[in-house]
T-cell receptor
Framework: TAGITQAPTSQILAAGRSMTLRCTQD?????MYWYRQDLGLGLRLIHY???????GKGEVPDGYSVSRANTDDFPLTLASAVPSQTSVYFC??????????????FGPGTRLTVL | GQNIDQPTEMTATEGAIVQINCTYQ??????LFWYQQHAGEAPTFLSY??LDGLEEKGRFSSFLSRSKGYSYLLLKELQMKDSASYLC??????????WGAGTKLIIKP
C-alpha cells in the first residue's frame, strides 16, 4: 500500500517563482495537514483540512495556500517563494481530527531550497 | 503561549534503558503523542496517552501526568536501530498537534 506520497522529493527554486508541492493519500483519511520542519524547531503546521472541501490556517500560513477538492489530494502552493521558505515539507493525514484517531501518517517529505 | 520542552540530545548505551522527558503548556489538552523520526525520514507514530498513567508497548512505554504537564518515553533494551529523534506532541483544544523540537537519541555500542 502506498499510504501517502509526496512530489517532488526535492527541489531547488529561484526566489519569486511559484511552486506546488503535491500530496496524495490512499487511506481515505478525512483530515490532511501540511507541516514544515526546520533544524532546531518542532514541526510547524502550515495549513490543514478536516474534510474534503474545507481548509484552515495553521501556525505559519503566510506565503502558502492549499486546496482540498477531493479526499485524496492536498496540494500546497507557494505563490512567490522566498529564501525563508527553505525547509523540509511534510504532508500528513489522519482518520479524524481528534482523539486517538488523530494518529497522523506522514509522507516522505519534500526538501525545498529557495535561492 | 503554547510550549513543548524536551532535551535536545541524549546518549545511551546499547542494551540499557533511557527515559526521554517532555513538559508542556498548551491551551487545552486532548492527548499526547510520541513519534520516532530517523534521520532523513518521516515521523512514525509510537504512542498516545490521554489518561494519567503508563502505557506499555513492547520495549517502549509512555507515561503521562496531566496535573504536572509532564510525559516521558521509556525505551528498554536499547538497540542501535533506536538511534533517532523522538518527538513529543500535544493535541490542543482545537485538536491540532503542537510539536516539541525533538530529542536526538544517540546509541553507543
Amino acid at each position: 500500500t502506498a499510504g501517502i506520497t509526496q512530489a517532488p522529493t526535492s527541489q531547488i527554486l529561484a526566489a519569486g517563482r511559484s511552486m506546488t508541492l503535491r500530496c496524495t493519500q490512499d487511506m481515505r483519511h478525512n483530515a490532511m495537514y501540511w507541516y514544515r520542519q526546520d533544524l532546531g524547531l518542532g514541526l510547524r503546521l502550515i495549513h490543514y483540512s478536516n474534510t474534503a472541501g474545507t481548509t484552515g490556517k495553521g501556525e505559519v500560513p503566510d506565503g502558502y495556500s492549499v486546496s482540498r477538492a477531493n479526499t485524496d489530494d492536498f496540494p500546497l502552493t507557494l505563490a512567490s517563494a522566498v529564501p525563508s521558505q527553505t525547509s523540509v515539507y511534510f504532508c500528513a493525514s489522519s482518520d479524524s481530527p481528534g482523539g486517538r484517531f488523530n494518529e497522523q501518517f506522514f509522507g516522505p517529505g519534500t526538501r525545498l531550497t529557495v535561492l | 503561549g503554547q510550549n513543548i520542552d524536551q532535551p535536545t540530545e541524549m546518549t545511551a548505551t546499547e542494551g540499557a534503558i533511557v527515559q526521554i522527558n517532555c513538559t508542556y503548556q498548551t491551551s487545552g489538552f486532548n492527548g499526547l503523542f510520541w513519534y520516532q523520526q530517523h534521520a532523513g525520514e518521516a515521523p512514525t507514530f509510537l504512542s498516545y496517552n490521554v489518561l494519567d498513567g503508563l502505557e506499555e508497548k513492547g520495549r517502549f512505554s509512555s507515561f503521562l501526568s496531566r496535573s504536572k504537564g509532564y510525559s516521558y518515553l521509556l525505551l528498554k533494551e536499547l538497540q542501535m536501530k533506536d538511534s533517532a529523534s523522538y518527538l513529543c506532541a500535544v493535541m490542543d483544544s482545537n485538536y491540532q498537534l503542537i510539536w516539541g523540537a525533538g530529542t536526538k537519541l544517540i546509541i553507543k555500542p
